[in-house]
């Protein structure tokens, strides 16, 4: 069974901060790990790591892949209270559509 | 493109009552998901559908039936609410033809089941 654990459940830390969020997962066959962020509604898509595509960037966050020790990190500098958020990891093997998600980690900004 | 659409976006009811939450995307995605989200607990998958008239059951289906008849629908049906089931359902799709599993979330349904 896939399985898919986020550490550390939840983070308070001071605007400016830089955060690390940490993704570990057993997966078979495995084919993508995705980023979500979360606010008071749906989860909204954040990044996609592949084989063929194991570090992205979007401004303040990025995120990494390593497949060896199959595990993730979502990196989030210069945050700010916007970043406050649920962020969760999630990941999908070949043959099938569906995903596998963590609990979450819920990150506070304070102002 | 309206994405995916959930209605209604809140839901009381009674115990044994039943009751369908609707699902629809404009995308012409071949794979519909239904998750439940209960606090600590991440996501959790309900029910999915690789395309219309297939269907099958996730890691918490008990309670719950499904059915795809067309490429753009896929209701969640309570069939006996229990308190149980009180959580946020959210609807999801994506398509095949992609390099990953990305998937585009709906806004919500919050029910809450007395």
């Known amino acids: 069974e896939d399985k898919v654990v986020q550490s550390p459940l939840s983070l308070v830390v001071h605007e400016g901060d830089t955060v690390t969020l940490n993704c570990s997962y057993e997966?078979?066959?495995?084919?993508?790990l995705l980023w979500y962020k979360q606010e008071k509604k749906a989860p909204t898509f954040l990044f996609m790591l592949t084989s063929s595509g194991i570090e992205k960037k979007s401004g303040r966050l990025s995120s990494i892949l390593d497949k060896k020790e199959l595990f993730s990190i979502l990196n989030i500098t210069a945050t700010q209270t916007g970043d406050s958020a649920v962020y969760l990891c999630a990941v999908g093997n070949f043959g099938n559509e569906k995903l596998t998600f963590g609990t979450g980690t819920r990150l506070t900004i304070i102002p | 493109n309206a994405g995916v659409t959930q209605t209604p976006k809140f839901q009381v009811l009674k115990t044994g009552q039943s009751m369908t939450l609707q699902c629809a995307q404009d995308?012409?995605?071949?794979?519909m998901s239904w998750y439940r989200q209960d606090p600590g607990m991440g996501l959790r998958l309900i029910h999915y559908?690789?395309?219309?008239?297939?269907?099958d059951q996730g890691e918490v289906p008990n309670g719950y039936n499904v059915s795809r008849s067309t490429t753009e629908d896929f209701p969640l049906r309570l069939l006996s609410a229990a308190p149980s089931q009180t959580s946020v359902y959210f609807c999801?799709?994506?398509?095949?033809?992609?390099?990953?599993?990305?998937?585009?979330f709906g806004p919500g349904t919050r029910l809450t089941v007395t």
């Open positions: 995308m012409n995605h071949e794979y």
């Open positions: 559908s690789v395309g219309a008239g297939i269907t």
């Open positions: 999801a799709s994506s398509s095949s033809r992609t390099s990953g599993n990305e998937q585009y």
């Open positions: 997966v078979t066959n495995f084919r993508s």
